[in-house]
């Protein structure tokens, strides 16, 4: 989706809903853009202890498929290189995040059909508000207060017949949370919006206060195509009496 629209259609919704930190957006490109952080280090470190520098210096991080000891999560889960851990011990008896190692294996097995061959030579993530207006994003990362996911949540259910499944909150890496399940949600043909960044080890690394809302770009385009005449609409007279 195109920056521009995104950056409109975000400004609309911010009317209306509050966050508590910039959006982010992800997209691929072919081109290797100037003053980019590299996700490449002699030493494991996680994306996460850099999304400050995102969030308030405007970093644009770019992976590929060179990342040398850094944590290979990124790069795996965005299809740059096989996925690893396929026996479950890591998950099972590292983390400790899977009670026994098939359960870790079965979730490796599911993981694996959510992955799709990147479309182009590197993947960015960078806040929507500095990138180029050429852009093509294919996932957008919201980080809402309470009250604004409870709105957003709302709204992703606003237009859909079947009520209970539009929005979840999958067992998932922070990465897989932020950009592998929501750009898989933009290959199906009811995407549903991604509640993530419940990986304890993640939570290290971010604030207390952030959580994420995540979802392919066309539907977020939608949903706030929809905000007229929904209970976002600041012209909307709520009802009295309950």
Known sequence: MNSELVKECLGKLSETVSFNYPAIGWYFSQEEIEDSFVFKKDKWVCMFMYLKMILKKGTRIRFSNDYAKACPGPVEYSGYSELTGSDGRFIAETERFKKTRKLAQDYHLESRERIHPPEGKYLYMEKIETMDKNSDIKVINLFPDPA???????????????NMDNVQAPFASGCQSVFTIPYDEGFRENPKSVIGLMEPLVR??????????????????????NIEGSFLDKHFDNPVGF
Do not use: T
Not at 148 to 162: E, H, I
Not at 211 to 224: A, I
């Open 204 to 225: 290290q690394f971010i604030p207390r206060d952030m959580v994420s809302f995540s979802l392919p770009s066309n539907r977020f385009v939608e949903m706030v195509q």
């Open 148 to 162: 604004a996911m409870a709105s957003l949540c709302v709204l992703s259910n606003y237009d859909r017949q079947k």
